[in-house]
Every structure is written in structure tokens, then in C-alpha cells.
């Protein structure tokens, strides 16, 4: 599978997120941007989860029907064509770290998909059912991972 550069200007990956992009700070989503991507994208999804939260991945953000000709999103705002889905805290939108107070850093995956046709989801999807409708729709991702403890 081919491979997308995502990167933000906020943070390198797997380093310290600031702390401006936490739900206890300004709650931002931060500034990302890519490029790389195949000319037969259809369409991008934004994917930001926390592996380390429990059991299931906790979906801080989730943006479909992302243009393919979209090359950045700028710190708090949503990518060009893009569509918010509720988070796992029940909120549409990005809802940026929020770890307990004394553990250890959270991984935060920011994942961007290209896609061969449009994602098919419905309701409040959490970031499983979002990786079982990826399946065989993937063209090309990239990831950069951000870390963030209280």
C-alpha cells in the first residue's frame, strides 16, 4: 500500500502533544498536513485514537469525505469536505487528550486514509467499526503519533 506524509507543525512524531490541544486546555485539534496522496483518491478519512486508553481504542476524532485535493487543515479547524462523527466522548468533533492524572503517556495515532470509494457508516461509529468499513477501500495512509500525559 502506498504511503501518505503526515505531519504537523505543532508537534514531531511521537513527541509530547502541547498542551493547548488537550481537553484541559483550549481542546484545538492541531494543525496537520499531507501529501502524497494517489490520484484515484476518492476520498480521505481522519482518524485520531488512543490505543492506550482501555480495551477499545478511544476515538478523539473522526472526519470523513475529506477532498483528495486537500493538503493541510489548519490548528482547530476541519479539512476541506470533511464531515465530523461523534467521538468517544460523545461529542462531534475533535475532543483532544484527556488521560487520568498519573499514568503514563497516552499514544494518540493520527491516521489518514485515502480511499478507492466513499466510507459506508452509520450512527456513532467507534474507531473498530471505522477500521472494519476501511477494509478493502485503502489505496494509501499515513500516521504520526502524538503523546500526551497529566
Known amino acids: 500500500m502506498a504511503g501518505i506524509m503526515l505531519r504537523s507543525t505543532a508537534f ?46 478511544f476515538l478523539h476524532w473522526l472526519v470523513t469525505g475529506i477532498s483528495p485535493e486537500a493538503g493541510e487543515v489548519p490548528e482547530g479547524g476541519v479539512p476541506p469536505g470533511g464531515r465530523e462523527w461523534p467521538n468517544s466522548f460523545g461529542e462531534t468533533g475533535w475532543s483532544g487528550p484527556h488521560p487520568p492524572r498519573g499514568e ?3 499514544r494518540y495515532f493520527f491516521r489518514l486514509y485515502a480511499l478507492n470509494r466513499p466510507l459506508d457508516l452509520a450512527g456513532a461509529p467507534q474507531a473498530a467499526d471505522v477500521h472494519r468499513a476501511l477494509k478493502g477501500r485503502e489505496i494509501a495512509s499515513g500516521t504520526t503519533v502524538g503523546t500526551y500525559f497529566r
Open 104 to 106: 503514563e503517556a497516552h
Open 12 to 57: 514531531t512524531d511521537h513527541d509530547l502533544l502541547p498542551g493547548r490541544f488537550a481537553m484541559d486546555g483550549d481542546n484545538m485539534s492541531p494543525p496537520l498536513q499531507w501529501s502524497d496522496v494517489p490520484d484515484s483518491t476518492e476520498e480521505l478519512v481522519l482518524l485520531v485514537e488512543d490505543p492506550d486508553a482501555g480495551k477499545e481504542p
